[in-house]
């Protein structure tokens, strides 16, 4: 077997395209089908794949929008928001000077990002409960 037989498949160079797209698309479906059949959750950090800006462009246009986007600031903003398949989650988050310090596809019901710590929601607990009290 010779290198003859690797097929080679090639692209416009003007297109930007790496061909590496895809293969993170067929990684998404393949966790959704995870996460459908069996709970697992996973995580796609986009940072570290060789994808072109045309890579992640083409990947956005496949996956589509969905119905939720959510907008926090931690340590900068950061951006969550559904893709058109229900589970599948692109988050964005950049530093306070606006660079993107991390991009990832999280495939999930709900990003872990988003879930409220434990620790806050009994301060929030107790919050509601001083208010309660000042009122009466």
């Known amino acids: 077997m010779g290198l003859e037989s690797i ?14 797209a895809a293969a993170v698309l ?4 393949a966790r959704l089908e995870s996460l459908a ?11 570290a794949m060789p994808l072109s800006p045309a890579d ?6 496949k996956l589509g929008q969905g119905e ?7 340590d900068g903003p950061s951006h ?23 991009e990832f596809i999280e495939i999930t019901r709900i990003p872990e990002l988003v879930l409220a710590h434990p620790a806050d929601i009994i301060s929030g607990s107790e919050s509601l409960n001083f208010l309660i009290d000042d009122l009466c």
């Open 7 to 20: 097929p080679v498949v090639t692209q416009s160079a003007s297109d930007g395209l790496t061909g590496n």
């Open 26 to 29: 067929r990684e998404i479906a």
């Open 37 to 47: 059949k069996e709970g697992q959750s996973g995580i796609i950090d986009l940072g």
């Open 56 to 61: 992640k462009a083409w990947l956005a246009d």
């Open 68 to 74: 939720v986007e959510i907008n926090l600031e931690l």
């Open 80 to 102: 969550v928001r559904e893709t058109r398949y229900a589970g599948v989650w692109w988050l964005l988050h950049h530093n306070p000077q606006g660079a993107v310090t991390g």
